[in-house]
């Protein structure tokens, strides 16, 4: 995992840390990137849509062999398919995986959900909708 110290060298140089999106709803999708061109953050968001599409693409499997690895993944916890509890277990389950930081990003407000994704190792729990400037205070401070 890259310290801050590093990420910011990485900001500095002007080296893009790319940022995974799990989220299979594209109306979230969506404005998770108007918050992103108001936050003047420079690498736009990697999407997957789905838990099991997240995993391809981090283990590079099928046609992610030659994609980026993220520094960080905002992860829904409500998708089809698989769900990101389990998405986040298995990442922080797998070595090659486990040290990279997760924000959970989710409608739920359930203390339930809350308790559990920190129990399996997310760094951020955040709830949607958040204002803009609270969700890039939030990848900020992830940062």
Known sequence: MLSRTQLREREMNKT?????????NPDD????KRAWKKGHIK???????????SLRFLR???????ALTPCLILLDLKMHKM???????????EDSL???PVIVLTSSERIQDVDKSYKLGCNSYIVKPVSYENFIKAIARAY
């Open 60 to 66: 590079k499997e099928d046609n992610y062999m030659d």
């Open 29 to 32: 999708v969506l404005i998770t």
């Open 98 to 100: 486990k040290s990279t």
């Open 16 to 24: 893009v840390c790319p940022i995974l999106l799990v989220e299979d």
């Open 83 to 93: 769900d990101g509890f389990d998405v986040l277990d298995t990442i922080k389950d």
């Open 43 to 53: 690498n736009e968001p990697l999407v997957v849509n789905d838990g099991e599409e």
